[in-house]
Protein backbone atom coordinates (compact mmCIF):
# COMPACT_ATOMS: atom_id res chain seq x y z
CA UNK A 1 0.00 0.00 0.00
CA UNK A 2 1.07 3.65 -0.87
CA UNK A 3 1.98 5.53 2.02
CA UNK A 4 -0.03 8.71 2.14
CA UNK A 5 3.18 11.28 2.74
CA UNK A 6 4.63 9.43 -0.34
CA UNK A 7 1.74 10.20 -2.77
CA UNK A 8 1.05 13.47 -2.13
CA UNK A 9 5.23 14.30 -2.29
CA UNK A 10 4.66 12.65 -6.34
CA UNK A 11 1.65 14.85 -6.74
CA UNK A 12 3.62 17.53 -5.68
CA UNK A 13 6.54 17.14 -7.60
CA UNK A 14 4.34 16.01 -10.41
CA UNK A 15 2.47 20.11 -10.45
CA UNK A 16 5.83 21.26 -9.96
CA UNK A 17 7.41 19.90 -12.74
CA UNK A 18 4.43 19.99 -15.35
CA UNK A 19 3.88 22.21 -18.37
CA UNK A 20 0.79 24.95 -18.77
CA UNK A 21 -0.37 22.16 -21.16
CA UNK A 22 0.40 19.34 -18.86
CA UNK A 23 -1.16 20.96 -15.49
CA UNK A 24 -4.54 21.63 -17.84
CA UNK A 25 -4.66 18.27 -17.96
CA UNK A 26 -4.27 17.64 -14.37
CA UNK A 27 -7.16 19.90 -13.63
CA UNK A 28 -9.67 17.94 -16.47
CA UNK A 29 -8.46 14.91 -14.95
CA UNK A 30 -9.32 16.60 -11.47
CA UNK A 31 -12.63 17.71 -12.10
CA UNK A 32 -13.23 14.34 -13.81
CA UNK A 33 -12.40 12.68 -10.95
CA UNK A 34 -14.25 15.02 -8.07
CA UNK A 35 -17.41 15.02 -10.69
CA UNK A 36 -16.99 11.00 -10.94
CA UNK A 37 -16.94 11.30 -6.87
CA UNK A 38 -19.90 13.88 -7.08
CA UNK A 39 -22.31 11.25 -8.69
CA UNK A 40 -21.01 8.25 -6.66
CA UNK A 41 -22.06 9.75 -3.64
CA UNK A 42 -25.00 10.98 -4.69
CA UNK A 43 -26.27 7.76 -5.98
CA UNK A 44 -25.18 6.52 -2.40
CA UNK A 45 -27.00 9.50 -0.84
CA UNK A 46 -24.16 11.14 0.87
CA UNK A 47 -24.94 14.66 -0.23
CA UNK A 48 -22.31 16.48 1.69
CA UNK A 49 -19.65 14.35 -0.45
CA UNK A 50 -21.22 15.21 -3.10
CA UNK A 51 -21.73 18.54 -2.78
CA UNK A 52 -17.99 18.72 -1.48
CA UNK A 53 -16.67 17.08 -4.81
CA UNK A 54 -19.01 19.32 -6.80
CA UNK A 55 -18.05 22.08 -5.44
CA UNK A 56 -14.71 21.13 -6.04
CA UNK A 57 -15.84 20.59 -10.01
CA UNK A 58 -17.27 24.17 -10.05
CA UNK A 59 -13.82 25.82 -8.90
CA UNK A 60 -11.63 24.10 -11.30
CA UNK A 61 -14.43 25.12 -14.38
CA UNK A 62 -14.18 28.86 -13.02
CA UNK A 63 -10.65 28.84 -12.86
CA UNK A 64 -10.45 27.36 -16.51
CA UNK A 65 -13.23 30.40 -17.31
CA UNK A 66 -10.96 32.79 -15.96
CA UNK A 67 -7.78 31.69 -18.07
CA UNK A 68 -9.05 32.00 -21.21
CA UNK A 69 -7.54 34.07 -23.79
CA UNK A 70 -10.54 36.04 -25.43
CA UNK A 71 -8.76 37.38 -27.74
CA UNK A 72 -9.55 33.93 -29.75
CA UNK A 73 -12.48 32.92 -31.31
CA UNK A 74 -11.87 29.39 -30.32
CA UNK A 75 -11.90 30.81 -26.20
CA UNK A 76 -15.78 32.13 -27.00
CA UNK A 77 -16.86 28.79 -27.65
CA UNK A 78 -14.77 26.87 -25.05
CA UNK A 79 -16.47 29.80 -22.47
CA UNK A 80 -19.67 28.91 -24.08
CA UNK A 81 -19.06 25.20 -23.14
CA UNK A 82 -17.60 26.09 -19.81
CA UNK A 83 -20.67 28.01 -18.39
CA UNK A 84 -22.81 25.39 -19.87
CA UNK A 85 -20.93 22.90 -17.76
CA UNK A 86 -20.89 25.13 -14.74
CA UNK A 87 -24.92 25.07 -14.65
CA UNK A 88 -24.81 22.01 -14.90
CA UNK A 89 -22.79 21.27 -12.21
CA UNK A 90 -24.84 24.26 -10.26
CA UNK A 91 -28.55 22.91 -10.97
CA UNK A 92 -27.41 19.20 -10.19
CA UNK A 93 -26.08 20.08 -7.04
CA UNK A 94 -28.92 22.29 -6.30
CA UNK A 95 -31.65 19.48 -7.50
CA UNK A 96 -29.72 16.62 -6.78
CA UNK A 97 -29.57 15.61 -10.16
CA UNK A 98 -27.31 12.85 -11.52
CA UNK A 99 -28.53 13.73 -15.37
CA UNK A 100 -27.41 16.75 -14.87
CA UNK A 101 -24.16 15.77 -13.39
CA UNK A 102 -23.76 13.48 -16.01
CA UNK A 103 -24.44 16.08 -18.74
CA UNK A 104 -21.60 18.18 -17.57
CA UNK A 105 -19.19 15.05 -16.84
CA UNK A 106 -19.64 14.50 -20.85
CA UNK A 107 -19.20 17.97 -21.85
CA UNK A 108 -15.95 18.06 -19.34
CA UNK A 109 -14.32 14.68 -20.53
CA UNK A 110 -15.19 16.10 -24.66
CA UNK A 111 -13.04 19.15 -23.75
CA UNK A 112 -10.26 17.29 -22.04
CA UNK A 113 -9.69 14.77 -25.21
CA UNK A 114 -9.50 17.72 -27.31
CA UNK A 115 -7.24 19.01 -25.17
CA UNK A 116 -5.18 16.22 -25.43
CA UNK A 117 -5.60 16.11 -29.20
CA UNK A 118 -3.98 19.82 -29.34
CA UNK A 119 -1.00 18.48 -27.47
CA UNK A 120 -0.31 15.59 -29.45
CA UNK A 121 -0.65 17.61 -32.24
CA UNK A 122 1.61 20.60 -30.67
CA UNK A 123 3.97 17.97 -29.95
CA UNK A 124 3.96 16.61 -33.09
CA UNK A 125 4.24 20.13 -34.93
CA UNK A 126 7.28 21.09 -32.81
CA UNK A 127 9.29 18.05 -33.50
CA UNK A 128 9.21 19.26 -37.50
CA UNK A 129 10.15 22.54 -36.77
CA UNK A 130 13.33 21.21 -34.70
Known sequence: MVNPQMANTYKNQQVMTSSPEQLTLLLYNGALRFLTESILAMEQGDVQKSHNANMRVQNIVREF???LDMKYELSITWAQ???YTEHCLI????????????????????LRDTWIEAMKQTHVARAVAK
Not at 91 to 110: F, P
Open 91 to 110: QGNIKKDITLLQQAKEVLQE
Open 81 to 83: LYE
Open 65 to 67: MRT
